[in-house]
């Protein structure tokens, strides 16, 4: 399922959980897998059931906890996204992407003050600019316009470079295929 899922293959992955399921119904890292495969290809209310009966066989799952929280706030539902990701650093300080999306929520809901230290801390898994981008966002709220200035400038030459390193990959890729 995990490998599935690494190839973008959602449809397989949820077969393959659901198999696994089958032989351990009580196994919650299984519903979170599931929730997560339903999560990325954007089904979010089915989503949203596998996490919960996640959370509902443990309650201190972090990764579950986080996304539910990712879940809500991709539906720009910040309000409730917000209680999942705290809940999600309680239980794991170290989780930098739950940090995002905290942060982003914060800042959507207006909250500059909040959402820059999370966003600060998350900053170094940020390696397409979006994260940059929205402390740039954040900055700007707040007034700081040097920091946000330089905020906007790392999220750009993040853009740059992961757009170079695709151009690379998609130009190996036509080399391997040419040949």
Partial sequence: GEAHKLRQAYNEAIEELRLALKLRP?????YEAIGHAYLLKNS???????L????????????????LGRLYANR????QAIPYLQKAL?????????RASLGTA???LGQAALAVPEL???ASQDFYGDLHYQLYLAYRQLGKEELAQKALAQSQELRRSSAARHQARVAGVSEIEGD
């Fill in 26 to 30: 009580d196994e919650p890292e299984l």
């Fill in 44 to 50: 979010l209310e089915e989503a949203r059931v596998e």
């Fill in 52 to 67: 919960e009966k996640a959370l509902e066989l443990d309650p201190s799952r972090a990764r579950s906890l986080f996304l």
């Fill in 76 to 79: 720009r539902e910040e309000e």
């Fill in 90 to 98: 309680r239980r794991d300080p170290g989780l930098l992407e739950a």
């Fill in 106 to 108: 914060y800042r959507r």
């Fill in 120 to 122: 600060e801390k998350a």
